[in-house]
Nanobody
Framework: QVQLVESGGGLVQAGGSLRLSCATS????????MGWFRQAPGKEREFVAA????????YYADSVKGRFTVSRDNAKSTLYLQMNSLKPEDTAVYYC???????????????WGQGTQVTVSS
């Protein structure tokens, strides 16, 4: 079993930055693609960013390209999401996710973290 625990969320003003972390447990971390999703009230859970198991390839939603950066440290079994130039529309609960298959579609995700709230004020 894989456990995912997010941290780093909070309240920031528009234009500010936050760095989210996803700590994982389980010996199979190295074999999983890892990513981030978010869900705002009344909206569907949407893909944000992801990294393949080897960290070579990354993916980003169009809405965050140029502002967010996803990275992973396999030695620390930790996934990160650096969020810059935050906008009020980025406000949502952010979830860490792990998959041995597709990572950009929520329906293919096997493991989810509990979520961390990110609120961007205007």
């Amino acid at each position: 079993q894989v456990q995912l625990v997010e941290s780093g969320g909070g309240l920031v003003q528009a234009g500010g930055s936050l760095r989210l972390s996803c700590a994982t447990s389980g010996r199979a971390f190295r074999t999983y693609a890892m990513g981030w999703f978010r869900q705002a009230p009344g909206k569907e859970r949407e893909f944000v960013a992801a990294s393949t198991w080897n960290g070579i390839t990354t993916y980003y939603a169009d809405s965050v390209k140029g502002r967010f950066t996803v990275s992973r440290d396999n030695a620390k079994s930790t996934l990160y999401l650096q969020m810059n130039s935050l906008k009020p529309e980025d406000t949502a609960v952010y979830y860490c996710a792990a998959s041995q298959g597709g990572i950009t579609t929520a329906t293919t995700i096997k493991y989810w973290g509990q979520g961390t709230q990110v609120t961007v004020s205007s």
